[in-house]
Structure formats: C-alpha cells, structure tokens
C-alpha cells in the first residue's frame, strides 16, 4: 500500500513548504503535498488524489470537513482540538496523530441536493436519477424525489404504487404527519434508490403552501434516515420547488447549451440572486450534451460550471442512465 497522500494548504506558502518539509523528514505512510495556492487547492480537490487536506480554520465555511471523499482539517492556534482541527505548534509524532483521528471521523452530514431544469429534454432527470444510482451503488442511502410539475411517465423509478409525490402533498396539506405517511409510499429501485411515483401530473403542487414543503424538508433533513435526498424538477414557480432550493445544500441548475437553454439559464440566475437567501450562491450549471452535437455554455463569468456530460449514443431512458453514472463528472459533482 502507498503513502497517504495530505494536501496543505496555508495562505503563507513559504509555512505550508516548511511544514510539509518538517513532516516529510522521516520516512512514513503519510505524504505531505504543499500546495502554494487555492488554484493548487483546488485542482487537487477535483482530482480527487488526496485522502485528506489541510487548510486554515478560517476556511471552513468554504470548506466542510468532507468533500466527496476527501477528509478536510484545520490547523489552528489553540492548543485545545477539536474534532477535525490540527494544532499547528507541536511535535510530528502528535500532528500525525491528530491526522489519523482526523482520518478516522465518518462523514454523517445529510445533503439535500437539487436538480433544476431549463425546460424538459434537457436531461435533468437523466443526471439526477443517474446520481441517485451512483450514490446508492456506493452504500448511501438515497431518497430521489421527482417534482415535475407535468408528472415523468418516462422516469426509470416507477414502481406502480397509487400513492405519489401528489398524494403526500395533499396529505402533507391535511396535516397528516410525514412519518406515518412515508413507510407506505416509499419504493425501492433494483439499484437501491427509494423513491415516491411520479407518473401522473401532480396538481397537487399548484396549491402546495412553501410552509408545509419547507417543514416536510426540514423532517426529511432532520429524521437522518437518508444520507443523500435528491431532488429532480424542471423549473416552474411553485412554493415546493421553492422551499426545495432554501433548504438544498447545492443546486445544479442543468441545461442542454442550446440557445433556448441557456437564455432560460440567464433567467432563472437572475431570480436566483433576487431570492430570499441569494439561491445563488450555492447553485452551479451542470451540462448535458446527450445526442446533441452542437450548443454553447451559458454565458455568466459568475456562474460556476458543475462540469459537462459527454455526448452519448442515442438510447431509452435506462440505458442513458446507467452510461451517464459512468461518467467522472457526476462522480466529482459535490466538489
């Protein structure tokens, strides 16, 4: 077995060179990368060639203690450590030991993730059922939950059951409570994917109240019953999609590069920077190109790409799926 790799980052670079000379001095298991700025940072996140990297406490907003699968640190001045943080002043042999607790917390966090599409044919529901099933392959519970304001007779998650994402909405308005309603709604794709049917138009979503989907969200965040809650949706102005986009932690807002895409892109940016909580911030654009030869991205200097879904060979809905999970850039996309 190879040497772990720890990439470091410190806003001084002629520290984080020293500190890595300092902890490279013998030879061990552990190899510490300098990394001389955020572009290095960066590029060895997207990698994803690291087992685990340090950065400065102030980073953490910018930085959660996980990214993808790559444990974050933080060196700090205090003597007294907490979880996750490495004191800088100290011997090699207590760094390191504060590096292998650090590589030893498990990621437990909830990520409420949503997929927003320019209009239908764009393939968001292609990208988000494929990163359900990416997710679920890799032992994460997955809750995917199709919001479609037209209803998806064409999604690959059907299960046949009568009561749908329409049927919690209207029980939800009743006031019935989410956990009594979901052991009997819920199905189980082969991949192990749980998800709510959607086949037929849910007009229950036109007289939906955003306080009553904001608190089945925050219910779903809070029971910790699944680690990743995938949200698929063509864009509509409706109060579920809205509380959806509040409480997501990323929202990846996915077009085709057509011209029609992207000016419905630019729109949706705009409304995004005027919402409540500046949605933009943390929504990024996610390409997909499918069978589609010719198109440009969206273009917004401050629209942060998500990456691009290569061009596919022409196929059903099942098939499209299970070569778009194969693909490296909806494996990066929480990063």
Not at 11 to 35: H, I, K, W
Not at 44 to 59: D, F, G, K, T
Not at 138 to 155: A, P, Q
Not at 185 to 195: E, H, I, K, T
Request: glycine fraction near 8%; charged fraction near 25%; proline fraction near 3%.
């Amino acid at each position: 077995m190879g040497q772990i790799r720890i990439g470091v980052y410190d806003s001084d670079a002629g520290y984080t060179e020293r500190f890595c000379q300092y902890m490279n001095g013998t030879a061990e298991d552990m190899e510490f990368v300098p990394l001389e700025d955020k572009e290095g940072l960066e590029a060895l996140l997207a990698s994803r060639e690291a087992a685990a990297v340090l950065v400065p406490e102030e980073e953490k907003e910018e930085y959660p203690p996980f990214i993808g699968e790559i444990h974050v640190g933080y060196f700090t001045d205090r003597q007294e450590e907490e979880a996750g943080e490495v004191f800088r002043y100290q011997s090699r042999r207590n760094i390191r030991a504060a590096v292998e607790k650090l590589m030893k917390l498990e990621d437990t966090s909830i990520r409420l993730l949503a997929f927003v599409g320019a209009g239908p044919g764009v393939g968001c529901s292609a990208a988000a059922s494929a990163y359900a099933r990416y997710l679920a392959a890799g032992e994460k519970r997955v809750l995917y939950i199709n919001m479609n304001s037209l209803g998806d007779d064409t999604c690959i998650f059907r299960g046949g059951n009568q009561k749908d994402f329409g049927y919690l909405l209207a029980e939800l308005k009743k006031g019935t409570a989410p956990a009594t309603l979901l052991p009997s709604m819920l199905n189980r794709d082969s991949g192990g994917v749980y998800f709510f049917d959607n086949e037929r138009i849910p007009l229950e979503l036109m007289d939906a109240e955003e306080e009553q989907a904001a608190e089945f969200f925050r219910w779903l965040i809070d029971s910790g019953d699944y680690r990743y809650i995938i949200i698929d949706s063509s864009f509509s102005v409706n109060h579920v999609l809205a509380a959806a986009c509040k409480a997501a932690e990323r929202i990846f807002l996915t077009g085709d590069g057509t011209t029609a895409s992207n000016h419905i892109l630019g729109r949706i940016w705009e409304l995004f920077a005027a919402s409540e909580g500046n949605l933009q911030k943390k929504t990024s654009i996610l390409y997909n190109r499918f069978s589609r030869q010719y198109g440009k991205y969206f273009e917004n200097p401050d629209a942060p790409a998500a990456g691009c879904l290569e061009l596919l060979a022409p196929a059903g809905a099942a098939q499209t799926v299970e070569e778009l999970e194969k693909q490296e850039v909806l494996q990066g996309l929480m990063r």
